[in-house]
């Protein structure tokens, strides 16, 4: 049969029988008497299985009762809608208050959705849900915009949420998982419960338990939890917000508690079977609804909700997937409301803006733009100070990251802002540094400025010193450190790597710290141990660091031939340098940067920001800066910063942002040398030849 690929209002020349589709009424405004409204699926009852479906469509009004904890007379439902193919219908009849024979028309519906409301009709009774595909008008945007704006508090307030995994398939044999989740999640429930000094049979009996089954069934755990629900962007805030949640997959069902449990000891027991896609989905699963927190916290202290800064939540889902590229941003908004402290969503009205109206790249810029305005000097979620504009421009480099800005995934994007639609291509450096800004020149101004103006940002305008000049990029193979028992082979990677670098370089002193090149080329490519996970050896005890460079220099600086006994190092060297390369500067000095710096980028300091930047001039314009001991370095030309001429200069750069000197953002950058406020000093000698300039970035 043809598969119909019209919109949920659309007739169905496949189906002769159903001549008329249901038209929607607009909903009720706000008023005295209610906060908001939503319409209501009242399934209908049937006690043939294979019946029609058949249901009421209710409006109904709730206020918020703002601190109370109310929860309401519905269901919601979350599930994926999968491809835009609408074969199945839903027939709509009058409420029970008119004649129960007149049909109002149908709503053409996706064959999952059709799967889970035959799942969950009863034979009795009416099921009251809310299910967005056919409470909300779909061909109404204004509609869709105020009710998507209210999924955070439909979710929150509804009895419970159901989440519909799809039909049992005899690929990943839902009934055998599903029993397995069940058993194992009891199992590990009942081992929180015991003593300490009891619990240890338990582990033996879960580790037992989880062996045993992944033997016979490693394919089938695998294909389940390659279901498409697991990595929809929405479920995030449809589980978070949620009272309580129960998975429903065919005819079996499991409570979420059960659930994550046993997603727990299924993470904490992976035998190599699983890929990376698959720790990801049991690492969210698990963590998702406890705020990240152990189970035995969790179950001790009972269910907090996270405190997290926004990009933090963003980036925690990044691989999350959503058919819209604008819910790359409004299907986590709710979560940021939930998670993010009271003193950033007071300042971030984009949250409470759902605009499907909008093109992606203007909803992307907004938020970046909103987003470097947020005051977070007083926040005290971070231990030390955080830089939200350096945050947001390591992000815009590290999601997607190109060679040149332009059109990305089919969206055209300014440089400084994030494409959410990209991959996390490496880890941006730290950026909430406890020893403090990389350069800061300007106390009390602005620190980013937007042309032509704050509501429509193209151009990001700082104050900084285009620094210097990148010289020579040499890459690092990482493909071998990522091995287990490969000792021989990173060696080999390194030992060429470092060949490569000592061809560019003669003098074994690294001038700019005074210490031995290979000494600081090896805290390079760890970027001074930023990137150190909490289980690493390096982290245990900050002595450690200094015993690695103690033992390099008695080893006469042979790094490639310590690998072998630091295999921390290699774990650390892999994790910083993915998707980034090592520079050499017209100075002499060097550090790390994303794989697309070039030669001729410019190496930059921006006032108030926690790491040097890479930037790339659009137009060739040039002038000297710093007489240094390797001569003069030339950079692109831009505006003088004079502080009585700044407002006239950003009125010129406002009338035609094109038609001075702007640059691209490249990436963000480990400078050794340059991380620590010693740019400042230099700042201080050489003020005459560093001149602040006025930087567009575009």
């Known amino acids: 049969m043809a598969m119909f690929k019209g919109g949920p209002g659309a007739w169905d020349p496949v189906h002769p029988g159903i001549s008329k589709i249901y038209q929607y009424r607009p909903l009720t405004p706000k008023c005295q008497e209610h906060d908001y409204t939503i319409r209501l699926l009242h399934l209908l009852p049937a006690r043939d299985s294979d019946a029609s479906l058949r249901c009421w469509l209710i409006e109904k009004g709730y206020r918020d009762y703002w601190g109370i ?9 979350s599930y994926t809608w999968g491809d835009p193919v609408f074969p199945e219908a839903l027939e709509v009849l009058p409420n029970s208050f008119s004649s129960p024979t007149e049909s109002l028309g149908v ?3 996706t064959q999952n959705l059709h799967s889970a409301l035959k799942h969950l009709r009863r034979r009795d009774v009416p099921v009251v849900l809310w299910v967005d595909a056919v409470c909300i008008n779909q061909s109404d945007v204004t509609e869709r915009n105020s009710q998507v704006s209210n999924m955070p508090n439909i ?5 419970s949420t159901i989440v519909w995994l799809g039909d049992e398939s005899a690929v990943d044999d839902a009934r055998l998982c599903m029993s397995f989740f069940e058993n194992l999640g009891r199992l590990s429930s009942t081992s929180q419960d015991q003593q300490h000094s009891t619990s240890w049979r338990k582990r033996f009996e879960i580790n037992q338990l989880v062996g045993d089954f992944l033997d016979e069934n490693k394919a089938e755990i695998a294909f389940f939890l390659e279901r498409p629900w697991f990595r929809r962007r929405w479920i995030v805030q449809e589980v978070v917000l949620a009272k309580s949640v129960a998975i429903h997959c065919g005819r079996w ?5 059960t659930f994550h449990l046993a997603m727990f000891e299924l993470f904490e027991s992976d035998q190599g079977i699983f890929t990376q896609d698959h720790r990801t989905t049991m690492r969210t699963m698990t963590g998702v609804r406890n705020g990240g927190r152990t189970i035995t916290a969790v179950r001790n ?3 907090a909700a996270k405190k997290q800064l926004p990009l933090d939540t963003l980036v925690e889902f990044a691989s999350f997937l959503c058919a819209d590229p604008r819910d790359r941003l409004y299907a986590l908004y709710g979560v940021i409301k939930r998670w993010s402290p009271r003193q950033v969503t007071m300042q971030l009205s984009q949250i409470s803006n759902i605009d499907y109206s909008l093109p992606t790249e203007t909803v992307f810029t907004n938020f970046a733009a909103e987003l470097m305005q947020i005051n977070t000097h007083d926040l005290q979620l971070v231990a030390s100070r955080y830089w939200i504009v350096t945050h947001v421009l390591q992000l815009a480099t590290a999601f997607g990251q190109r060679d040149m800005p332009g059109d990305h995934f089919g969206i055209k994007i300014p440089s400084w802002v994030v494409d959410w639609t990209g991959d996390l291509c490496f880890e941006p450096l730290q950026h909430s540094r406890a020893n403090g800004v990389a350069f800061e020149a300007l106390r009390g101004n602005d620190v980013v400025q937007f042309l032509p103006n704050k509501e429509h940002p ?3 305008v700082m104050v900084g010193i285009p620094f210097d000049m990148v010289t020579a990029t040499i890459s690092l193979d990482i493909a071998p450190m990522l091995l287990t028992n490969s000792v021989h082979k990173a060696r080999v990677s390194l030992n060429k790597f470092l060949s490569e670098v000592a061809r560019h370089v003669h003098d074994d002193s690294y001038k700019p710290t005074s210490e031995h090149l290979v000494t600081a080329l090896a805290i390079s490519l760890v970027a001074n141990w930023d ?3 909490s289980n690493s050896y390096f982290a245990q005890d900050p002595r450690f660091i200094q015993d690695f460079l103690a033992q390099l220099r008695n080893q006469q600086y042979h790094l490639p031939e310590m690998l072998h006994k630091w295999p921390a190092y290699v774990e650390l060297m892999a994790i910083t340098m993915r998707g980034r390369s090592l520079f050499l500067t017209a100075k002499g000095y060097m550090g790390i940067a994303a794989t697309a710096v070039k030669t001729s980028d410019v190496v930059s300091l921006l006032d108030g920001q926690s790491v040097p930047f890479i930037l790339r001039p659009e137009r060739a314009a040039k ?4 007489h240094g001991e390797r001569g003069a370095v030339e950079a692109p030309d831009c505006f003088d910063y004079q502080a009585m001429r700044y407002s006239y200069d950003m009125a010129m750069l406002a009338s035609d942002p094109g038609a001075y000197n702007s640059f691209s953002l490249i990436s963000d950058a480990y400078v050794h040398g340059l991380m620590k406020g010693e740019s400042n000093g230099i700042m201080k000698k050489h003020g005459d030849d560093l001149a602040l300039k006025i930087i567009s970035i575009s």
């Open 69 to 77: 904890p109310v929860y309401h007379d519905y269901h919601a439902v």
């Open 107 to 109: 709503i053409r519906i």
């Open 155 to 159: 979710y929150k307030k509804a009895s």
């Open 253 to 257: 069902k499991i409570d979420w508690d």
């Open 301 to 303: 202290i009972g269910v």
């Open 458 to 460: 193209s151009h990001l």
């Open 531 to 533: 990137h150190t996970p």
């Open 623 to 626: 002038y000297s800066v710093y």
